[in-house]
């Protein structure tokens, strides 16, 4: 078996002579070229990836797509309004979803060995390597999803409106009904919490460890009181900055969608397929454009708070 060696960082970035802050933006200061041209590399691959993706899956769709524009038909020669069924689309896009969250996942993984290969060079540490990052985000997603999924679809099943029916299971205004009903509040809120607390695992991972050490290794620092302050203090500010760099991004993309439904609608002929692709193009430019913005940032500043917590825990056997 081979061991995992656990690469303590000699001074610069751990040793806590300089703020967070200003090691981080240090950092990226020092390597602001070749981290823009990792960024540009991987936004530029996400994306061809992305819309690749896009393309087959809609193709696979079309005879969705077709069914509703015949319908649509239908219901305009006998003179009635025709609402769309979207119940044929939730399977395609439940079923389609895990990929985009792996390509997604696939891209952060490469940003973040980037930017702890920048920090390491500040530090004069080892060099990161990519494969145990992009293992440490596939089994980090599988500890902290599939529970509120789960959940959510269980209590979709049991008290969602298509089961207003005598026979239901569960009676409406029943306790038993009002429990199942928010039970997907407490199952989000544990996988935030687990998320939180394998926050610094991909860092760990890019620092030498393996999987499932790094994961380990970050369940451990986030758990003392050190750990936990400063992981909600960095991790808190990054998810409102995100939040507000998507939202505002898609409301400055929101002119694609009549463009892109314009487009596709006269390729094609089919207006249903080119309004979702019209609905999906402000959405895909800000996901992409707030991760090129906000993920170099973001891996930067948690491979240095990592780089802190170990060196800490380190110099305190206690």
């Known amino acids: ?17 300089r703020g967070p802050a200003a090691s981080v933006f240090e950092v990226l200061r020092h390597n602001r070229g070749v981290l823009a041209g ?18 087959a899956i809609f193709a696979l769709a079309w005879p969705l797509f077709t069914h509703m524009r015949n319908e649509r038909i239908r219901y305009h020669q006998i003179e009635d309004p025709y609402l769309h069924d979207l119940s044929g689309l939730v399977p395609v896009a439940l079923w389609t979803l895990p990929l985009f969250l792996l ?17 390491a060079a500040e530090s004069r540490g080892p060099s990161a390597r990519l494969r145990p990052v992009l293992a440490v985000y596939v089994l980090r997603g599988l500890i902290v999803w599939p529970l509120p999924l789960l959940v959510a ?8 409106l298509h089961l207003d029916t005598e026979d239901q299971i569960l009676e409406r205004g029943s306790w038993a009904h009002t429990l199942v009903e928010f039970s997907p509040v407490p199952a989000a809120f544990l996988a935030v919490v ?3 607390a394998l926050t610094l695992a991909p860092a760990a991972a890019a620092d030498g460890l393996g999987a499932r050490a790094a994961l380990r290794r970050s369940w451990a620092m986030a758990w003392t009181r050190a750990g936990a302050f400063r992981v909600l203090a960095l991790a808190l ?13 898609v409301q400055l993309a929101l002119p694609l969608r009549p ?22 193009a402000p959405v895909a430019v800000g996901i992409l454009v707030t991760a090129a913005v906000v993920l170099p940032v973001s891996c930067t ?12 825990s380190a110099a305190d056997p206690a």
């Open 1 to 17: 078996m081979r061991t995992q060696h656990d690469r303590t960082a000699p001074t610069a970035i751990g040793s806590g002579q």
């Open 38 to 55: 990792a960024t540009l590399r991987v936004a530029g691959a996400a994306g061809l990836a992305g819309l690749l993706m896009t393309a």
């Open 103 to 119: 390509l997604l996942g696939t891209g952060s993984a490469a940003l973040q060995a980037a930017c702890s290969r920048a920090v």
């Open 153 to 160: 679809v269980v209590a979709d099943r049991l008290t969602g």
């Open 194 to 196: 687990l998320r939180l």
């Open 237 to 249: 500010p990054l998810a409102a900055v995100t939040a507000g760099v998507l939202r505002l991004v």
């Open 259 to 280: 463009l892109v439904r314009d487009l596709l609608e006269q390729a094609t002929g089919n207006f249903f397929a080119a309004y979702y692709a019209g609905i999906l």
């Open 301 to 312: 500043a948690f491979a240095v708070l990592q780089g802190r917590l170990r060196a800490g």
